[in-house]
């Protein structure tokens, strides 16, 4: 979203604000009206500085939402009193509970443990939980402390020190602070700040950090794009120091720095750093200078300025020890995702037409398989298998305009990696604002909400916030301002991106691949022995033809296995039923997979089909014989369920077993078969089809 005021200009206007925290109305950082500091006071009920002891998640009574419980130890009270002195239960909405995550846009996220601050808190409003607090106005509940930097940040505004921050709140407040216990921590820190500012200032520091290039300078965040630092003093191991980047959710006020995992080496003349799009408090890197902190505290910022073009949204784990970045499945019959109006936004016609413009685009630029469906019958936001769009009822926090939840679920594929997917997303929006709904331009005093529609649009879309006026993705909006087209090199580059190496592709676990829009449905069959793919088309847009390729082998994802052109056809038929056909099939199992041609001759292609194109009737397997440890068994099932497999040897003695649920149609299976020594072998296959045996033979 465009945020067309300066910085200079943004942080001059905090300072004439003063003490009363007043931020002009019309600038909204991350969809988020900006809170003045007076009124967080007046409206908490309990003001703490404290530290976040643990998380863990939890689902509320109707297995509807996740929220995260988190621990805090108190160590001032600014405001109110506690009920008592043990740690205070802190719920967050979003988490993980088992492999089911929801993430929140515009919204706090759970807390790292350690994480300090000042906690403005009221109890907690969700019904279905244990009780405990929640921050009021959400992320605007809480300023962060930055220990390292001795400094502190929330969404709205930067503070120059942890005190600032603390003096304002207290001043605010009107109560003297309740001290409970010593903060060691924030103490000692404060001490190596002033430590290191005052050997600074009497350059004491003969080898002090320097940057003097990085590359490249334009890149991407989340997609697993590497930054090589190069300079001088970075120390030979990082230790406790890292690499800062910008904070695109805040335009970068404030620095979000790379997770312990992101380090790939770290030597005093060069530093490599994955560029992450979920940094420390859950933060992707923007556009600005980056940072380096060595071991010992001291610091130093680049000359040159670090470009992200786009940031593809990333999955933690529990423990903290990977990311995924998620992909989308087929949810309905089409190969897409069908969103619902709620009855509250349904009666809104002007919004409902300004969402469709915003979904309408997405799916024309980049191909995400999006459509409407029916109106459902309740403004619920909430993990239902309905991907719903609605106006606020209620459950919106304060000064958050509008927010996208992605309901992830996780699985195991069959090397026992963790892929997670989007099996569902809700969007909601806020009541509050003077938003003009279009076709008309929005102008002065207003908010254009297709802007809005089209930014949260791409969340969904499994994008995050950059630093790049003009583009979608941009973190910030103003009144008045008109952004209504995706950027073709940063908002359409991202989300193709996210289509063509996670959705449109099977990742080994988890629901069907989605198919690239405008496809509505994609089979492959035998007619008259001719190995044939059928495929329908609605309402064609981003698209020239179409491309048939058949695969030389049976791992499509090996370079060796390689693809061939066997046939085509362009784009336009009116019906938008089409068939291809391979002239010149060749026996046994191969994979066919279908291209659609774009205007700007790309190919985004569907998920592979097998198909048994000499037509043998049965299950096969293959290599037989049995050259390496894994084995493909072509398995055809005639309906859903569970296949038996039993391994017995030349002896009729049986070796192993292993159950295995199929859907209905053509089954690829790989199976293990390290454990099989040389010899002669008998695969018994078992199901409600009855049962058959295969011979193999393991070399």
Not at 146 to 151: E, H
Not at 464 to 480: D, E, F, K, N, W
Not at 616 to 629: D, L
Request: charged share 15%.
């Amino acid at each position: 979203m465009h945020f067309s005021i300066q910085w200079r200009g943004w942080l001059l206007g905090l300072l004439l604000a003063g003490i009363s925290g007043r931020v002009a109305a019309q600038q909204l950082p991350c969809l988020l009206l900006p809170l003045s500091a007076s009124e967080r006071v007046k409206a908490a009920s309990l003001i703490v500085e404290a530290e976040v002891l643990d998380a863990r998640g939890e689902w509320d009574a109707h297995h509807a939402r996740i929220f995260t419980r988190q621990r805090l130890r108190v160590f001032r009270v600014l405001k109110g009193a506690l009920p008592d002195t043990a740690a205070l239960p802190l719920l967050v909405e979003g988490g993980q509970v088992g492999l089911a995550r929801q993430d929140l846009t515009n919204t706090l996220r759970p807390q790292p443990v350690g994480q300090q601050g000042i906690f403005f808190l009221v109890p907690a409003p969700w019904a279905g939980v244990a009780p405990g607090y929640a921050a009021y106005a959400s992320s605007q509940g809480l300023i962060t402390y930055n220990l390292a930097q001795g400094t502190a940040a929330e969404p709205a505004r930067p503070y120059g020190s942890w005190a600032e921050a603390s003096q304002q709140t207290a001043q605010l407040s009107g109560q003297p602070p309740q001290v409970l216990r010593a903060n060691l921590r924030l103490a000692a820190a404060a001490r190596h700040v002033a430590s290191l500012t005052a050997a600074a200032n009497a350059t004491q520091r003969v080898l002090a950090p320097a940057i003097t290039a990085f590359s490249p300078t334009q890149t991407t965040a989340g997609t697993g794009a590497v930054l090589t630092i190069r300079g001088s003093g970075f120390g030979a191991s990082r230790g406790s120091g890292g690499v800062d980047f910008r904070n695109a959710d805040d335009g970068g006020t404030s620095t979000t720095r790379a997770l312990d995992r992101d380090y790939l080496s770290w030597t005093d003349t060069q530093i490599q750093v994955l560029v992450p799009s979920l940094a420390s408090n859950g933060h992707p890197a923007g556009t600005g200078v980056v940072g380096v902190t060595t071991n010992d505290g001291t610091s130093t910022t680049s000359a040159a300025t670090l470009t992200i073009v786009y940031a593809l949204s990333n999955v933690d784990n529990t423990a903290g020890t990977f990311t995924d970045r998620p992909n989308h499945i087929a949810t309905n019959a089409t190969g897409g995702l069908t969103f619902h109006f709620s009855p509250n936004f349904s009666t809104n016609a002007a919004a409902g037409a300004a969402w469709q413009r915003g979904l309408t685009q997405w799916r024309c630029a980049t191909g995400v398989n999006w459509e409407l469906g029916a109106s459902v019958t309740s403004n619920a936001i909430a993990s239902d298998n309905n991907n719903v769009v609605a106006f606020d009822d209620g459950t919106l926090p304060a000064r958050v305009l509008g927010r996208t939840t992605s309901y992830y679920q996780g699985c195991y594929n069959a090397q026992g990696q963790v892929v997670f997917y989007v099996n569902e997303i809700d969007q909601q929006f806020t009541t509050s604002l003077p938003f003009q709904f279009g076709p008309g331009l929005a102008g002065p005093g207003q908010y254009d909400f297709e802007s809005v529609a089209v930014h949260e649009l791409g969340h969904a879309q499994q994008l995050t916030h950059l630093i790049r006026p003009g583009a979608i993705m941009h973190y910030g909006v103003v009144a008045s301002a008109n952004l209504r087209t995706l950027s073709p090199t940063s908002d359409i580059a991202g989300g193709r991106l996210v289509l063509r190496t996670r959705s449109f592709r099977n990742r080994g676990c988890g629901g069907a691949p989605m198919l690239p829009a405008p496809l509505t449905a994609l089979t492959s069959s035998l007619v008259a022995g001719v190995p044939t793919v059928s495929f329908s088309t609605r309402a064609e847009c981003f698209l020239t033809g179409f491309v048939l390729e058949r695969s030389a082998g049976l791992d499509t994802t090996a370079t060796s296995g390689g693809w061939q052109a066997v046939a085509s056809a362009s784009a336009g038929l009116a019906s938008g039923q089409y068939t291809l056909a391979d002239p010149r099939p060749v026996t046994g199992l191969h994979y066919y997979r279908l291209g659609l041609r774009r205007p700007d001759g790309s190919i985004d292609y569907a998920a592979p089909l097998p198909l048994l194109s000499d037509a043998v009737a049965g299950a096969q397997a293959f290599p037989n014989p049995i050259t390496g440890n894994q084995l493909q068994l072509a398995y055809p099932a005639a309906a859903a369920g569970d296949l038996v497999l039993r391994f017995y040897d030349e002896l009729g003695r049986y070796h192993r077993g292993q159950r295995i649920a199929v859907p209905a149609g053509l089954n690829v299976l790989t199976l293990d078969v390290s454990d099989l020594r040389p010899g002669f072998y008998i695969l018994r296959l078992t199901s409600d089809q009855g049962s058959n045996s295969i011979k193999l033979v393991r070399l």
